[in-house]
């Protein structure tokens, strides 16, 4: 039996109810897999910063780096909580991406069953690529750091070599992992930037390139930003993995994310060298909270992902199957606008039912 200590934030907004539907669907994952799960506990989100004037303190991202084997994290944020500068505060990605050195934000985009995608003709499996963005550089390595007035602001977009090299060497290894794209079964890695007008695009996609001679069985192409946000709407059964700088991933995502039936539906694991946390890419949802409604389909496959890491194939599979089980047969249903039918419950009703009955 796996044993694994894992830390738990439950986030704020849906958050809470999110986390509670994947501990039952873990609980059940770990009976069928064999697996045992320690969980601790850390106070951290936008409730924790207007409690403590802190998203997360410093002693806890220090467990988090050290006495965990892993961290499953709800959505936080709430939109009242601001920092001086206007920003939002109790946000945990500049907290927990660059002090934990989770260098590589995962975003897999999978179209499931029983869930109709706003790209008219696809069916499930039609969409299945992994967006690898970098996520400790790039242009969001200006947060809190913008110089400028009430006239003009300037945020600096950084790109280093061994930073680019370190996330772009995880996406071929995560290209070498898949069975290629849906529709020619090629293992492909996608560089997306906009190398024709900023310098550190140009770097990063040299550094693609360089990369790329280590594997050659990989195909490895190049896309300008622009034209991959039209591709991945026009043809996206032709990725397999794409990789890009910090912003950029984080809107093609998204983007994404709405052709596969909403970003509710979405997984990510941000993972380092030394320490790796779990959750949706869609935010906390404070006005959905208690209102029977949240989609927790994003956190489970979050947990799929968590268990993925920690070596426990067996429970990750199983977890994925009983989504895709539940949602093909309804018993899980998701409405037009992402939401679910009947809330977290419901689902995490559906979807133990679904994995003690072997579907």
Known sequence: MGRHRIALIRGDGIGPELMDAALRVLDAASEVG????????????????????????????????????????????????????????????????????????????????????????????????????????????????????????????????????????????????????????????????????????ALFRRLVTEVAEDWPGIEVEYLYADAAAQALVLRPEHFDVLVMENFLGDVLSDLGGATVGGISLCPSGNVGAGAAYFEPIHGSAPSLAGRGVANPVGQLLAAAMMLDHLGEHTAAVAVRSAVSAALADGTARIEQDGSARGGADTVADAVVTALRAGR
């Open 34 to 201: 064999g697996v045992e799960l320690e969980y601790v506990e850390v106070d951290a989100g936008a409730d924790t910063y207007r409690r403590t004037g802190a998203g997360c303190s410093s002693a806890d991202v220090e467990r988090l780096r050290h006495e965990v084997d892993a961290t499953l994290k709800g959505p936080v944020g709430l939109p009242d909580m601001r920092l001086p500068d206007g920003t939002e505060a109790g946000l945990l990605g500049g907290i927990l991406r660059t002090g934990l050195d989770t260098y590589a934000n995962v975003r897999p985009v999978l179209l499931l069953p029983g869930v109709t995608s706003c790209l008219s003709g696809r069916k499930a499996g039609d969409i299945d690529y992994v967006i690898v963005r970098e996520n400790t550089e790039g242009l969001y390595a200006s947060r809190g750091k913008g110089v400028g007035n009430e006239w003009a602001v300037a945020d600096t977009l950084l790109a280093t070599r061994e930073g680019t090299l370190r996330v772009a060497r995880k996406a071929f290894e995560i290209a070498a992992g898949r069975d290629g794209a849906p529709g020619d079964g090629v293992r492909r890695v996608t560089c997306v930037d906009k190398s024709n007008v900023l310098r550190s695009h």
